[in-house]
């Protein structure tokens, strides 16, 4: 059974920094495009970041392009969402996703149950 | 970028009804089009992928069709646990992968 956790959401200044954790279980995790999605509260879906299964290719939404990284430690089975100059825009819950291959994300197969970041001062 | 605009934002239904979720592209998808649902405090949960592929573990009744720039999501006799919100995402053009604004199914 395919198994994601979340963890590293919490309370950030403006400006601030967070490090949010997927721990994946149930699957070759090395062979499957990750990513992360969010939802602000009380609102829609929207797609964040990905990265390629082996190749490691990274991919964002223009509005975290150059504050978020994405990366994997697929030693570990673990995907990380590095987040800098974090804005109360970036408010929301941020699900990590499986996608359903290798090479791209394409789409989400498993999410996990999400963890809350809130921007504050 | 792909927009993707769903129809009704709110269809109150009974159950045993059947509900028909519409998605608008305001482009071409071809067939990549998925459609999610979520339900309050959880995440949500593939239903369909690539406009009629039924993701693994989900019952016959829901079905999904179409093609280019229209698609439906139909819920055939809803069933209580069915009251939910759901979403449709495109995956032809990206990034962005992008997703619609939602319909809420209540009773």
């Known amino acids: 059974e395919v198994q994601l956790l979340e963890s590293g959401g919490g309370l950030a200044q403006p400006g601030g920094s967070l490090r949010l954790s997927c721990a994946a279980s149930?699957?070759?995790?090395?062979?499957?495009?990750m990513s992360w999605v969010r939802q602000a509260p009380g609102q829609g879906l929207e797609w964040v970041s990905s990265i390629g299964g082996s190749d490691g290719s990274t991919y964002y939404t223009d509005s975290v392009k150059g504050r978020f990284t994405v990366s994997r430690d697929n030693s570990k089975s673990t995907l990380y969402l590095q987040m800098t100059g974090l804005r109360a825009e970036d408010m929301a819950v941020y699900y990590c996703a499986k996608g359903p291959i290798a090479t791209h994300p394409y789409y989400f197969e498993s999410w996990g149950q999400g963890t809350l970041v809130t921007v504050s001062s | 970028e792909i927009v993707l605009t769903q129809s009704p934002a709110t269809l109150s239904l009974s159950p045993g009804d059947t509900a028909i979720l519409s998605c608008r592209a305001s482009q071409s998808v071809q067939i990549y089009l998925m459609w999610y649902q979520q339900k309050p405090g959880q995440a949500p949960r593939l239903l369909i992928h690539d406009a009629s592929n039924r993701a693994s573990g989900i019952p016959a009744r829901f079905s999904g069709s179409g093609s280019g720039t229209d698609f439906t999501l139909t819920i055939s006799s809803l069933e209580p646990d069915d009251f939910a919100v759901y979403y449709c995402q495109q995956r032809y053009q990206w990034p962005p992968l992008t997703f619609g604004g939602g319909t809420k199914v209540e009773i």
């Open positions: 149930g699957f070759t995790f090395s062979r499957y495009a």
